[in-house]
């Protein structure tokens, strides 16, 4: 008995030993730089949230050091040139965020980040107008990005540039 005990608990050891000494069947993800990038426009959004300014500059700063590359890399993708457009109005360039914006939207009109970042960048920048057209252009989407919108043009909900 004692004998069939052993046998078995070193069976069990060796089969576990070798699992574990085995490669993870499942590799660990190389983030590119665009997932870079998300990750810590995530993290400058928390810290805004809580005050901390620097913090989050600096995020939006790595955050569009990662795009730029990522922009050389695949140039042209809508969901790119719209953080691009938003990590650049979050560091206070509103002119250049626009262009990226636009050009985003080139490519893709219905982009619901864009239309919506763009429609908060024209009410920072006085251009209410403008902010509507975005508005109407994420009328139908379904989405609380139009709420939000709405909400900051009405005044009730204040955007942070």
């Given amino acids: 008995m004692k004998k069939y005990l052993f046998i078995t608990l070193t069976l069990f050891l060796f089969t576990s030993y ?15 730089d665009y997932a870079k990038a998300v ?23 790595k955050a569009q050091e990662l795009l730029i590359k990522s922009n050389k890399k695949k140039p042209l993708q809508a969901d790119t040139l719209n953080y691009l457009g938003f990590t650049t109005r979050k560091l206070g ?15 893709e009109p219905n982009h619901i980040g864009i239309n919506e970042y763009l429609g908060e960048l024209y009410v920072v920048t006085n251009r209410i107008d403008l902010a509507k057209d975005r508005l109407k252009v994420l ?13 900051i043009i009405a005044g009730t909900k204040k955007s942070k540039y």
């Fill in 139 to 151: 009328e139908s989407c379904n989405c609380e990005e139009y709420g939000e919108l709405k909400e």
């Fill in 93 to 107: 360039d509103f002119e250049n965020g626009e262009k990226y914006y636009l050009l985003g939207l080139e490519i």
């Fill in 39 to 61: 990750e810590s426009i995530k993290w400058a959004k928390k810290y805004e949230k809580k005050g901390k300014i620097e913090k989050a500059k600096k995020r939006y700063q």
């Fill in 18 to 32: 070798s699992y574990s000494a085995g490669t993870d069947p499942k590799p660990a993800k190389v983030k590119n």
